[in-house]
């Protein structure tokens, strides 16, 4: 039976459904699955399916957007089932995100970011129009494990 709720999970994100996810997730708390089996057996499977699909050239910058808003309702339903419970999700990272200063648009900053958080990265923004000559001493004080 949850292999069944997994799978309607990872379609949720594939099919960019964020009402889908946040129910789908509201669900599995209701009938006691694991906040971080749902996560990672569902969406997390969903997310991965449509990176690839991405690389191939199968899904557009659109499907990206779509499958993160998705996953961001599901791990707002589930992180505070996580946190009642004591648990925590395992981090892939931190990774710090900025527009460049002079760039006319900071949508590559926000698109990262929106895919990187939910699944399971911890992301620092340093904003929109951001000096490079001072990546050096920001990421020294920051320490993230990547910089972008």
């Not at 969406?43 to 808003?69: I, R, T, W």
């Not at 892939?92 to 990265?121: F, M, N, Q, W, Y």
Request: charge should be negative.
């Amino acid at each position: 039976m949850a292999d069944d709720l997994f799978q309607e999970m990872a379609s949720s994100i594939t099919e960019g459904d964020p009402e889908a996810a946040g129910a789908l997730a509201k669900r599995a708390i209701a009938e006691g699955v694991d906040p971080l089996e749902a996560i990672n057996k569902g969406f997390v499977v969903g997310m991965k399916q449509v990176g690839e699909s991405f690389g191939c050239g199968e899904a557009y910058l659109p499907d990206l957007v779509l499958a993160g808003e998705a996953m961001k309702a599901a791990v707002a339903v589930l992180d505070p089932e996580l946190a009642r419970r004591g648990q925590q999700r395992e981090t892939a990272g931190e990774v710090v995100i900025g527009t460049v200063k002079g760039d006319i648009h900071d949508i590559g900053k926000t698109l990262v970011g929106t895919c990187l958080r939910p699944a399971g990265s911890r992301c620092m923004t340093w904003g929109w129009m951001f000096r490079p000559s001072a990546s050096p001493t920001r990421r020294a004080k920051s320490r993230p494990s990547s910089s972008g």
